[in-house]
Structure formats: structure tokens, C-alpha cells
């Protein structure tokens, strides 16, 4: 399974930007520039739940999400590292993973709903993805 436009939750297509694919998730990058945020997404048909995946895929789900968050750690020096694994909203089985700033606009409180997303200027995005990818073929 690929996450294309037909297998990725709309709403997940339409709030993030693919950075890479690790052995279990893509790696998505929220499309909001307030917070150094990554979304993984297991490449599992139908999961909804972390108990959907085998327990090979949960441990592997576990290695990513500990990678992600040292890509985070390495690049962003941040506070403090936020991995959520909601779902409320959209059922597609996904993790947050998100490095928080005692000087970010929602702290201490959760990023969600509580300022509107702010949009990358012209060309951070892919600065940002460009510094991302680099972070995880050295990890």
C-alpha cells in the first residue's frame, strides 16, 4: 500500500506534505510553519487503531515514532517532544509528532485549535522538508 490521494485520508492530504517514506509510515510535514510538526501514517490497509497493527508493526510503529522525535530533537533543539495518536477527527491511524517551543504560540496548552494554522512562507516549506530529509539519511 502507497499513500496516494486514494489511500491517504483526505484531510490528512489536504494538512500535510509528504517528506519520505520509513519501513512502516510516510512521513507527512503538517502544513502548519507554527510548529516543527511531522504526522506518520503506517502504510497498513483499514488501520484505525495501534491495536490494528500486528506486534511487529507496533514495535516498528514505536522505532519510527523514536526517530522521528530524535530528527526533531537534533534539527529543532525544542522544549519538550508531543507524540499523539488522536484520531478523533480523522480515523486513519496516525501519529503526531510535534516539537514544542516554550515561545510557540499554543504553549503550554496542545497545538490543536488553539490558533489558526499559519502558512509557510514561499519556499520554507521545502527548506524545511530538504532539512528533514537530510536529518533522517543521517539518523
Known sequence: MTHDDATLHPQLAQDTTPVLTLPLCAVLLSNDAGYPWLVLVPRVPDARELVDLDEA??????????????????????????????GNMVPQLHVHVIARH???????????????ARAYAPGAQAERIALLRAAFADA
Request: aromatic residues 6%; charged residues 15%; hydrophobic residues 50%.
Open 57 to 86: 508493526q507496533q514495535q516498528q510503529l514505536m522505532r519510527e515514532i523514536a526517530q522521528a522525535s530524535r530528527v526533531l530533537q537534533r534539527v529543532f533543539a525544542p522544549h519538550k517532544i508531543n507524540v499523539a495518536a488522536l
Open 102 to 116: 516554550t515561545h510557540d504560540a499554543a504553549w503550554p496548552a496542545p497545538v490543536w485549535g488553539r490558533v489558526p
